[in-house]
C-alpha cells in the first residue's frame, strides 16, 4: 500500500539533525538552486530561504553571546559566594571573643554554628549574607568598622550578581525560544523547496542530488565533530 501521509511529514525536523548542518544543508542548497535552475524555475525559493537561513544563523550567535555573558556572571557569583563563606568562617574567632558562645549577639550570626555556611549554595546565599550584614551593623559599635563594611559590600554584589544572573538565565529561555522559532521557519521552507522541486521532476529522483547534499542529511557519528553555526 502507497503511504501518502509520507508527503506530509516534516524531514528536516530531526534531532539528530544539528541547527549547524541544517544551516550547512540549506546553504548548500541554496547554491545549487543559484546555479543549477538555468530556466529560473525556482527562482522565487531563493530569497525566503536565504532570510530564513540568516535568521537562525543570527538567533543563534544572539544566543551564544548571552550565553557567554551569563557564565561570566556565573563566575562571578560563585567567586562571591566563596568569599563570603570563607570570611563567614574567618570571623567567627572575632565574634566568639567579643560575644562568647552564649550570648545571644553570638546567636545572631551563627543561630546554627558555621556549618550552615560551609553548606550554602546560591539558594540559600543570599538570606545568609543579609542575616550576617544585619547583624555586624547591628551589633557595630562592639565591632571593626573594617568588619561591618566587609559584609555589607559582599552583601550588596552579591545580591547585585545574583540577580543579574538570573535575568540572564531568564534571556537565554527566551533566546532559545526564539531560535526554535526561526528553526522552525528554515525546516518548513526547506520541505517547500524539497516539494516544490519534487513537482517539477516527478519520476526522476536521480536529480534530487543536483539540489540537496544528502550526505548532511546522515545520522552523526559519534566521536566526529558537528557542525557549528
Excluded: W
Excluded at 545568609?128 to 571593626?144: H, I, K, T
Excluded at 528554515?186 to 536521480?206: C, D, F, K, S, W
Amino acid at each position: 500500500m502507497i503511504n501518502l501521509t509520507n508527503f506530509f511529514d516534516l524531514v528536516f525536523d530531526d534531532k539528530n539533525l544539528s541547527d549547524g548542518r541544517l544551516v550547512q544543508f540549506a546553504q548548500h542548497s541554496l547554491e545549487a538552486l543559484k546555479h543549477n535552475d538555468p530556466k529560473g524555475y525556482f527562482a522565487d525559493l531563493i530569497e525566503p530561504t536565504a532570510e530564513a537561513v540568516d535568521a537562525l544563523m543570527a538567533a543563534q550567535t544572539d544566543k551564544d553571546s548571552l550565553k557567554s555573558v551569563t557564565e561570566g556572571a556565573t563566575l562571578s557569583v560563585d567567586m562571591l559566594m566563596a568569599d563570603f563563606k570563607a570570611k563567614a568562617l574567618q570571623r567567627e574567632g572575632l565574634i566568639r571573643d567579643t560575644f562568647g558562645t552564649a550570648s545571644a549577639m553570638y546567636q545572631e550570626f551563627y543561630p546554627h554554628g558555621t556549618n550552615e555556611y560551609t553548606r550554602c549554595t546560591k539558594t540559600t546565599a543570599l538570606l545568609l549574607m543579609e542575616r550576617m550584614a544585619l547583624a555586624y551593623q547591628r551589633n557595630s559599635p562592639q565591632l571593626p568598622p573594617a568588619r561591618v563594611e566587609e559584609f555589607t559590600q559582599l552583601y550588596n554584589a552579591f545580591k547585585s550578581a545574583r540577580t543579574a544572573q538570573l535575568e540572564k538565565k531568564t534571556g537565554i529561555g527566551k533566546k532559545q525560544e526564539t531560535k526554535n522559532a526561526h528553526r522552525a521557519r528554515l525546516e518548513h521552507q526547506l520541505q517547500y523547496n524539497l516539494l516544490t522541486i519534487a513537482r517539477q521532476y516527478i519520476g526522476q529522483p536521480e536529480l534530487c542530488t543536483v539540489f540537496f547534499n544528502l550526505t548532511l542529511l546522515k545520522p552523526y557519528r559519534s566521536g566526529k565533530k558537528d557542525v557549528k553555526i
